[in-house]
């Protein structure tokens, strides 16, 4: 006995070949499937950190934004605070001086 006595052929028949051939697109259909499926998903991760790189751009704008306001706010008030206390002083010498005259028409 030789060794192409034992090679057995095997020989389907079209049913058989048509189920291999269903089966292997049966296998690529769910291989494409699942490719489809993990593209899906990855796209939708990549949609998520968009949109939250997006939002965390925006919050750090607005906040740059309300930072700038608070801190023209604070100017304001002190140039107002400035601006009052000049005021007081202004009276306080005008108060003074007109106080200072009469003493002086009362002494003479």
């Known amino acids: 006995m030789s060794d192409s006595d034992n090679v057995q052929i095997r020989i389907r028949t079209p049913a058989q070949l048509y189920i291999k051939l ?20 990855r796209l939708a991760r990549e949609r998520r950190e968009l949109a ?31 601006e009052l206390k000049r005021r007081d002083e202004e009276h306080r010498i005008l108060v003074e001086e007109r106080r200072k005259r009469l003493l002086d028409e009362e002494n003479v």
């Open 52 to 82: 939250e790189r997006k939002r965390r751009e925006e919050l750090s704008e607005s906040l740059a934004r309300h930072q700038e306001i608070r801190r023209k706010q604070e100017e304001e008030r002190r140039r107002r605070m400035e």
């Open 22 to 41: 269903v089966r292997a697109c049966v296998a690529c259909t769910e291989s494409q499937k699942m490719k489809d499926r993990e593209e899906r998903a």
